[in-house]
Nanobody, 124 residues
Framework: QVQLVESGGGLVQAGGSLRLSCAAS????????MGWFRQAQGKEREFVAG????????NYANSVKGRFTISRDNAKNTVYLQMNSLKPEDTAVYYC?????????????????WGQGTQVTVSS
């Protein structure tokens, strides 16, 4: 089974940028669509971005469209989330997830494996 470890979170000022990485282990990584979700304190986990197995199709939550970019490098078993023009409302724990049989959609219950999360904090 694939295992996922996120990195790249931290503290950044509003308007700044961060790039999150999700390193995957397991021989079946390339068979998974991948997604990024986030969860702020006291809130439900919400979809941020998804990408299909080849990387040729992506989709985004409306709240991040035009600011965030999801990508993957299957040769490195890694998926990325480039976050630009960050806002305080982007503050959350960000999770990487793997979805067998999907295409990187927004339904969190479709994802079979989850990383432990990385904290992103955006200050005013």
């Amino acid at each position: 089974q694939v295992q996922l470890v996120e990195s790249g979170g931290g503290l950044v000022q509003a308007g700044g940028s961060l790039r999150l990485s999700c390193a995957a282990s397991g021989r079946t990584y390339s068979n998974y669509a991948m997604g990024w979700f986030r969860q702020a304190q006291g809130k439900e986990r919400e979809f941020v971005a998804g990408i299909n197995r080849s990387g040729g199709s992506t989709n985004y939550a409306n709240s991040v469209k035009g600011r965030f970019t999801i990508s993957r490098d299957n040769a490195k078993n890694t998926v990325y989330l480039q976050m630009n023009s960050l806002k305080p409302e982007d503050t959350a724990v960000y999770y990487c997830a793997a979805d067998i049989g999907g295409s990187g959609g927004s339904n969190r219950y479709a994802y079979e494996r989850w990383g432990q999360g990385t904290q992103v904090t955006v200050s005013s």
